[in-house]
Nanobody, 120 residues
């Protein structure tokens, strides 16, 4: 089972910024598509942003202009840059990349989740 390591979460004041990172194992050859989801207490998990080589990037309306999803295939890293944070952005964030290893079928992996707390 491929394990992802998320980092970069924490607590921040409203208006602040954070960058979440999601590291895939070295055995991964490429990450052709990825997404970030979040889940706030008492709410369903929701899609925040997605990116793929075929469809480009897409963002939920509530983060457009504030969040940026990106990938560094050389380092097997996926990022979510977040700015102008508000208390409504408080949630556990999950990365969800598609991982390609040579000679193996794609794996749709999930990070362990990382807490982001925004105070007013």
């Amino acid at each position: 089972q491929l394990q992802l390591v998320e980092s970069g979460g924490g607590s921040v004041q409203a208006g602040g910024s954070l960058t979440l990172s999601c590291e895939a194992p070295r055995s991964v050859f490429s990450i052709p598509s990825m997404a970030w989801y979040r889940q706030a207490p008492g709410k369903d998990r929701e899609l925040v942003a997605s990116r793929s080589t075929s469809r480009g990037t897409d963002y939920a309306d509530f983060v457009k202009g504030r969040f940026t999803i990106s990938v560094d295939n050389a380092r097997n890293m996926v990022y979510l840059q977040m700015s102008s944070l508000t208390p409504d952005d408080t949630a556990v964030y999950y990365c969800n990349p598609t991982l390609i290893r040579l000679g193996r079928p794609p794996v749709y992996a999930w990070g362990q989740g990382i807490q982001v707390t925004v105070s007013s």
